[in-house]
């Protein structure tokens, strides 16, 4: 059964910094692209960022270029989400998603995480 | 960026009424259009990829269609545990999208 579970939300003050984390299971997680998605309170669902399997391709939101990072550890099957610089309007809830194919760039999300909530609030 | 518009925003149903909710792309996407599920407190899931192709274990009262810039996904008979906002996502090209979603609520 594939499992994605993400952790490390939280509250954190602006312009401060949060990781995030996504442990894998049930799966060849180096097969697969990963993601992560978010959604704030009430809203809708945005992409935030993208990598693909073997880390040769990444990709950010505008949204997020230049402050956050993501990065994948194949042996340790997790992917993170390194989060800088940190505005109310990243407020939300990060979900990991796994893509259905190594590249990332034209993939559907066949499996999600229950997500972490992040409040970015002084 | 392709934006993807979701109509209607709201659609309060009966049981058993067939439910239809579209999804216009601001240009072709081909097929790469796919549907999503989200409960109330839950993450979203697959429920139709590729504008039309069924996902294993979702219900067959589910179907999607389309092609170019307009989709539609059809709920047939709806039944109670069907409530949930629904929205589209292209993976046609970066970066990807999803549009507004469209909540569902039983009567």
């Known amino acids: 059964e594939v499992q994605l579970v993400e952790s490390g939300g939280g509250l954190v003050k602006p312009g401060g910094s949060l990781r995030l984390s996504c442990a894998a299971s049930?799966?060849?997680?180096?097969?697969?692209?990963m993601n992560w998605v978010r959604q704030a309170p009430g809203k809708g669902l945005e992409w935030v960022s993208s990598?693909?399997?073997?880390?040769?391709?990444?990709y950010y939101a505008d949204s997020v270029k230049g402050r956050f990072t993501i990065s994948r550890d194949n042996a340790k099957n997790s992917l993170y989400l390194q989060m800088n610089s940190l505005r109310a309007e990243d407020t939300a809830v990060y979900y990991c998603?796994?893509?259905?194919?190594?590249?990332?760039?034209?993939?559907?999300?066949?499996?999600w995480g229950q997500g972490t909530l992040v409040t970015v609030s002084s | 960026e392709i934006v993807l518009t979701q109509s209607p925003d709201f659609q309060s149903v009966t049981p058993k009424e067939k439910v239809t909710i579209t999804c216009r792309a601001s240009?072709?996407?081909?097929?790469?259009l796919h549907w999503y599920q989200q409960k109330p407190d839950q993450s979203p899931k697959l429920l139709i990829k590729?504008?039309?192709q069924s996902i294993s274990g979702v219900p067959s009262r589910f179907s999607g269609s389309g092609s170019g810039t307009d989709f539609t996904l059809t709920i047939n008979s709806l039944e109670a545990e069907d409530a949930a906002t629904y929205y589209c996502?292209?993976?046609?090209?970066?970066?990807?999208?999803f549009g507004g979603g469209t909540k569902v609520e039983i009567k």
């Open positions: 049930g799966f060849t997680f180096s097969s697969y692209s």
């Open positions: 996502h292209q993976s046609s090209s970066l970066p990807l999208t």
């Open positions: 240009q072709s996407i081909g097929s790469s």
């Open positions: 998603a796994r893509g259905d194919h190594p590249q990332p760039h034209s993939s559907l999300y066949d499996y």
């Open positions: 990598i693909s399997s073997s880390s040769s391709y990444i």
């Open positions: 590729y504008a039309s």
